[in-house]
């Protein structure tokens, strides 16, 4: 089940005693955990204590036993073990000795923990947190069965537009369509940042109920890649002053030459696919699935993609290509080269446009 479905059962008051929390979005694992210590609190009327270890230094079995150990682990506790290998594709066995007698250990090591999570609640919550789980394994499999395995898939597009939304509707609030892309290109996609950013928005606008474009602006600073879209933006409209402004802004964001070098190919080579697919007939819908990108990357794509037509955007990129070479053979001072490559590339645009 996905976190969604796992939050609708907490609030009803159906908690089991072990979860698998499997996927990359931390700040919605730690809402889910909020709901769960809530819940648990108002129907027992008892303080929880939340203890958090590494799995990484906890093998399942010892786990397992320490939970029987009520001296370690007495009372009402939530257990949450951070990135514990016993899910993933690497996990390796619990148990020493022969590769028979080790199987058989750790499949009744594994089926201690399964029974677990298939009992009523019990003193201790178990909460494992994991960056992807291995659904071939059949641990994985059998957890899910038992339903506790949930799921934190990856926000984007526009089911991270609709959450945004969603957050500040809770609030009472609303937000703009432009404020929320504008928003979207300055935090990247991390939820955790943007609702960071969204607490301070709230406070700011307070009596107002609507978060404006200019509000985005003046509170949210660029993101590394929303300064890389205007960088190649400033190139395409051949305007070197505001390249160089946006390239400087990143050098005082602490992104070293070779990382913005990295960025501005990236960005190159997707305009170079966005026009080459909009030659070929695809739609946005069809562009945003076969390159995976959010709309608003797209949107803001196909506007720059009219400054330039291939044979500009081949010779750009191989002009990037020489100038990376170029710095990690040491021939070139970083910062010296991608400032020439902006100028260069400002310098055959222009002439791209005259002929």
């Known amino acids: 089940m996905d976190y969604r479905q796992a939050a609708a059962k907490i609030k009803k008051g159906i908690i089991g005693s072990c979860y698998i929390f499997s996927g990359p979005e931390d700040s919605f694992k730690e809402d889910l955990l909020k709901d769960i210590q809530v819940s648990l609190e108002q129907r027992r009327g008892k303080s929880f204590f939340l203890e958090r270890i590494d799995g990484v230094h906890f093998t399942l079995e010892e786990l397992l036993e320490s939970l029987r150990q009520v001296n370690i682990f007495s009372g009402e506790r939530l257990l949450w073990v951070s990135n514990p290998p016993y899910f993933s594709v690497t996990a390796k066995g619990d148990a020493k000795g022969s590769s028979k007698n080790r199987d058989a250990r750790s499949e009744k090591i594994e089926k201690g923990l399964i029974s677990y999570a298939e009992d009523a609640f019990r003193d201790v919550l178990i909460i494992f947190s994991v960056p992807e789980v291995d659904k071939r394994k059949k641990l994985v499999k059998a957890m899910e069965g038992a339903g506790a395995l949930v799921e934190f898939p990856p926000l984007k597009g526009a089911a991270l537009f609709n959450w945004v939304k969603k957050e500040l509707a809770a609030q009472d609030r609303r937000i703009e369509d432009k404020a929320l892309s504008r928003l979207v290109t300055r935090t990247g996609e991390d939820p955790g940042v943007i609702k960071k950013e969204l607490e301070k928005i709230v406070t700011y606008i307070y009596p ?101 037509d291939q044979q500009t955007l081949v010779k750009a990129i191989a002009s990037i290509k020489d100038t990376d070479l170029a710095i990690k053979r040491g021939y070139r001072d970083p910062a010296e080269a991608l400032e020439y490559l902006i100028m260069q590339l400002i310098a055959k645009s222009a002439t791209q446009t005259q002929k």
């Open 208 to 308: 107002d109920k609507v978060v404006t474009e200019d509000t985005v602006d003046t509170l949210v600073p660029e993101s590394s890649e929303g300064n890389v879209f205007k960088l190649v933006e400033a190139v395409g409209y051949k305007n070197m002053e505001s390249a160089l402004k946006h390239l400087h802004k990143m050098y005082q964001q602490g992104e070293h030459p070779l990382v913005i070098l990295t960025m501005v190919a990236r960005q190159y080579r997707l305009l170079y696919q966005v026009l080459l697919l909009t030659e070929k007939g695809s739609s946005n819908r069809q562009i945003i699935t076969f390159l995976k990108l959010p709309p608003f990357v797209l949107k803001e794509l196909l506007e720059q993609i009219k400054e330039y």
